[in-house]
């Protein structure tokens, strides 16, 4: 079987107590959908609050205790339980954290690197070798947290994730406050570890990285998944993407014009109806106003609009 996770119609909500213990439910992703093959790098591209993360802390079961998450994810054909997210995670399931202090800031890194690693007879020797491939001096075992560059706590934090044998990496933006040649790097890293047959799930905000590395590209729009697209269709006048949103994050790019997006994302309070784009999307009629559009296979790729057949036959006059 080539799929090796698949995420069904993924919600989570919150409960938060306000003053006076008032309780107040906070939805913030209701349709998630998304799938990842082996040996491919799936990347999630969405703008901030969109769910990226909580996504990925959901396939990893470290959600905080006050959410509730329903729908389905299933790893390698099989419902992946809370139980079985434990056993996996950190071993065949590997993660880069999107921030830098999920390293512990009073243990030494090489310490840090070794606690990943399940053969203790063997952990200094694989942490030393993965710090020389990941050039990182073999002093940089002694330092700690502080010490560290931006660039080299983003390859440490990934030399730990991808040490020993894993199966599907998930990195949580791996790229910001990189230079242009440790970016270099680091995507070059997530293709050499495809080619050994890993699947990656790269978030990002980084629409040129992804387009770099990935197979294919999920877009998220207020915790919705609203379009997964192969890489080969984000080029030219982005006439084979699908879904309005999508087009607009093409033609917002330097080179295809800067066309700027007006408006914002919804938050999970303003309790928009229909379409979550709607409010934004040059095209709405009323039924994008009233209902949610299905998830539903378009080409080689699927989408979330009610009309994208139409706008995609009529991609130049598109107007945002
Ligand atoms: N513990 C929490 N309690 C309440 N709301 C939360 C909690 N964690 C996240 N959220 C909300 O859920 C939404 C999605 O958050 P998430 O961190 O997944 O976004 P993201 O797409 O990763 O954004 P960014 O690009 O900024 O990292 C946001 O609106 C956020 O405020
Ligand atoms: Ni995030």
Sequence with gaps: MNKLLDVKNLSIHFTQYT????????????????????????????????????????????????STVNGTIAYKGEQ????????????????????????????????QVQLSISDKKEAQRLQEDIFSQYLLQPEVAELYPFELSGGMTRRVLIASAVIGDSTLII??????????????????????????????????HDIEAAMDIADRIAIFY??????????????????????????ALWRALPENGFHPIQGNQPSPLDGTTGCPFHPRCPFAKDLCREQLPEFQTAGNGKVRCHYYEELQENNNDFKN
């Design 19 to 66: 003053k006076g213990l008032h309780k107040r439910i906070l939805p913030v992703i209701h349709h998630l959908d998304l799938d990842i093959n082996r040996q491919e790098i799936m990347a999630v591209l969405g703008s901030s609050g969109s769910g990226k993360s909580l996504l990925a802390h959901a396939i990893l079961g470290i959600l905080p205790e006050n």
């Design 80 to 111: 992946l339980t809370e139980e079985k997210k434990l056993l996996l995670r950190g071993k065949e399931i590997r993660f880069i954290p999107q921030s830098v202090t999920y390293l512990d800031p009073l243990m030494k890194i090489g310490k």
């Design 171 to 204: 990195a949580d933006e791996p790229t910001p406050g990189l230079d242009k040649e440790a970016l270099t790097e680091v995507l070059q890293c997530f293709t050499d570890l495809r080619e050994k047959g890993k699947s990656i799930l790269m978030i990002t």
């Design 222 to 247: 207020a915790g919705i998944t609203i379009e997964i697209a192969n890489k080969a269709d984000f080029h030219g006048d982005g006439k084979q993407l699908r879904h309005p949103y999508t087009k």
